[in-house]
């Protein structure tokens, strides 16, 4: 069974900090790209960083500068660091493995960033 399991969310005030962390089990974690997607009340979700396998990272233009995604293979854990957040950042955030045409998701956790 596999199990996508996302904690570290919150209410924090803007400018400070969080960091997401999604744990897997059930899958052979090294072979997938993981990602975190967000989705705000009334928006579409949206991709907000990817790691692949070799440990190349991307990230949407808003948050370029501000988050970084790390993954951990040996513990099956990708990361979120999100610096100077912002009202806007506030959203479920959603961990993400793919590996071709396999997708699994997690429950999501919510971030709340009060201005």
């Known amino acids: 069974q596999v199990q996508l399991v996302e904690s570290g969310g919150g209410l924090v005030q803007a400018g400070g900090s969080l960091r997401l962390s999604c744990a897997a089990s059930?899958?052979?974690?090294?072979?997938?790209?993981m990602a975190w997607y967000r989705q705000a009340p009334g928006k579409q979700r949206e991709l907000v960083a990817d790691i692949t396998t070799g440990g190349r990272t991307n990230y949407v233009e808003s948050v370029k500068g501000r988050f970084t995604i790390s993954r951990d293979n040996a513990k099956s854990t990708v990361y979120l660091q999100m610096n100077s957040l912002k009202p806007e950042d506030t959203a479920v955030y959603f961990c993400?493995?793919?590996?071709?045409?396999?997708?699994?998701w997690g429950q999501g956790t919510q971030v709340t960033v009060s201005s």
């Open positions: 059930g899958i052979i974690f090294s072979w997938y790209t």
């Open positions: 993400n493995s793919n590996l071709g045409a396999i997708d699994y």
